[in-house]
């Protein structure tokens, strides 16, 4: 079986202008940069939440923390994964207590991955909010998880996959919407 590309959703431009809108929504839903964060979900949320950063600095002038998240040992299929999971690296130099902890990742399907990403965060502290910012809603949800911001909503069927390529983990930026087709 294989993949066919079925529609491309966005280029780099459209990506770029796409975070430069909900870092904007960030800073004004949240008053300003005071006690925000931002924490990627390992692997594409990572660069995403940096380019956010970016912006956010842009923005409002002011750095703000950002930090990675590995969230392999909280999945709720981890038993499906193999007898060795991939497991990576989580990066959270800052006390996430009391802050406004914004989790990105890329794209939001069944909500499972935030369930667990939310998990692991509580594992490190209390903050004052945990929001979400996704770069793709495709629905689908098995649990009652919402994102805050989201960069676009792409309905979809099961049978497809939308597959998110970043410049700093694929050499590109695009999504677009995968199928299966053969056998």
């Known amino acids: 079986m294989s993949l066919r590309v079925k529609a491309i959703i966005m280029d780099g431009e459209g990506m770029r202008r796409v975070l430069t809108r909900m870092a904007h929504e960030i800073v004004e839903r949240n008053k300003g940069t005071e006690q925000l964060a931002l924490v990627g979900v390992l692997r594409r949320g990572a660069p995403?939440?940096?380019r956010l950063a970016r912006k956010i600095q842009e923005i409002e002038g002011n750095k703000?923390?950002?930090?990675?998240?590995?969230?392999?040992?909280?999945?709720?299929?981890?038993?499906?994964?193999?007898?060795?999971?991939?497991?990576?690296?989580?990066?959270?130099?800052?006390?996430?207590?009391?802050?406004k902890?914004?989790?990105v990742d890329d794209v939001i399907f069944t909500g499972r991955t935030v369930r667990a990403a939310?998990?692991?965060?509580?594992?490190?502290?209390?903050?004052?909010?945990?929001?979400l910012a996704v770069l793709v809603d495709r629905g689908h949800r098995e649990l009652p998880i919402r994102a805050d911001y989201v960069g676009k909503n792409i309905p979809t069927s099961r049978k497809e996959i939308i597959a998110v390529y970043l410049q700093e983990v694929d050499g590109k930026d695009s999504v677009v919407i995968?199928?299966?087709?053969?056998?």
């Open 178 to 183: 995968e199928e299966r087709v053969g056998a």
């Open 64 to 99: 703000i923390a950002v930090g990675y998240l590995d969230i392999t040992l909280y999945r709720d299929d981890l038993t499906q994964l193999g007898y060795h999971p991939r497991v990576y690296r989580t990066e959270i130099n800052f006390p996430v207590t009391d802050k």
């Open 118 to 131: 939310m998990d692991a965060i509580m594992d490190l502290g209390r903050p004052q909010s945990i929001q």
């Open 101 to 103: 902890i914004v989790l």
């Open 48 to 50: 995403l939440a940096d």
